[in-house]
Structure formats: C-alpha cells, structure tokens
Nanobody
C-alpha cells in the first residue's frame, strides 16, 4: 500500500486549499479513504472519511461545512477541498485507509482504525 499526499502549503485565514492523495498497491475502489491531521504537539485528529461508493462522506464537526472530501476511483485518488481555513486548521494532513478493518459509524472517527497512512503534507494557516 502506498499513499502519497500533495497540495499543502501556506495560506491566509479565510483562504482555500486543495489536497490530493494518490493511491497504489491495493484495490482502491473497494476501500474507504480518510483524511487525518496532526497539529504540532497534539495527537492525530480524524477529519473526514468517504466510502468506496464515492458518495457517502462523514466529517468531523470542526470542519463540517468548510471541507469537502471526494474521490476518483478510476484515478485512484482522494481529494480534500478546504475552504474558509482557520489558524486552528494548521497541521500535517495524512490520507489513510483502514485496509481490511470494517469501519462503523462508531469507529470511523478514530485515527487508530486506519492501518495505512501516507507521509503527510503540511498545511499552515497564518496571516
């Protein structure tokens, strides 16, 4: 399994940024995909998950209404569009997949349910 994120950078509060994650080494279309972030000095925080149906998506309350997750199964890529960014969104953003674990509504928000992570991309929101 290989997951490679891209698209991070430095933006000002209120601006937008889009992240991408290219997947390989597994049957991408069969598995849910997620974005997880980790701010300096803090533990990992689940951000969003999208099911393999490309439609069903879930979001942390902290990003709901501002972030949109999507995926292209043909291109084996998952995206995160981030709008109205805030300084508290500053973190390293990882894409992840649970592999063979079965996610439930109760468990999908735990970062530890995701067995495979990319190397991460830094997002910094600062004026």
């Amino acid at each position: 399994v290989q997951l490679v994120e891209s698209g991070g950078g430095l933006v000002q509060p209120g601006e937008s940024l889009g992240l991408s994650c290219a997947a390989s080494g597994f049957t991408f279309r069969k598995y849910p995909m997620a974005w997880i972030r980790q701010a300096p000095g803090k533990g990992p925080e689940w951000v969003s998950t999208i099911n393999n149906d490309t439609v069903t998506a879930y979001y942390a309350d902290s990003v709901k209404g501002r972030f949109t997750i999507s995926r292209d199964n043909a291109k084996k890529t998952v995206f995160l569009q981030m709008n109205s960014l805030k300084p508290e969104d500053t973190a390293v953003y990882y894409c992840a997949t649970p592999g063979e674990r079965t996610l439930t509504i109760a468990t999908m928000s735990s970062p530890y349910e995701y067995d495979y992570w990319g190397q991460g991309t830094q997002v910094t929101v600062s004026s």
